[in-house]
């Protein structure tokens, strides 16, 4: 009979619970500041416990609470909005910068 398989927890730089499917989807951003307005975005990837975006906003920090609307559509009465975390940003080439959400609540 063989052993149990053990599962490892993630090490390193790859700590995600979810596999990442490369889908662009658009996603309205905002947060509580009033020096970061409201951004329209889409997604680079999406995993059943967050998202990764791509702006060209410094304003962002590890941690902070925005509110997202995944498939945003303008008008759309069903619109629902997330709480999420940033939990990761990455400066990319020409003043751009990568943006690593954690959705916390739906």
């Not at 951003?29 to 990764?52: A, C, N, Q, V």
């Not at 400066?91 to 916390?104: S, T, Y």
């Amino acid at each position: 009979m063989d052993a149990p398989v053990k599962r490892t927890p993630p090490t390193g730089q790859e700590r995600r619970k979810s596999p990442r499917a490369k889908i662009a989807r658009p996603v309205r951003i905002r947060t509580d500041s009033p020096d970061l307005p409201m951004e329209i975005k889409k997604t680079r990837d999406i995993s059943r416990s967050g998202f990764y975006f791509l702006t060209r906003s410094p304003l962002y920090h590890v941690g902070m609470r925005i509110y997202v609307v995944m498939g945003y559509e303008p008008g759309d009465p069903e619109t629902k909005e997330w709480l999420g975390e940033v939990a990761r940003i990455e400066k990319l080439p020409g003043d751009n910068f990568g943006i690593g959400v954690r959705v916390l609540m739906r």
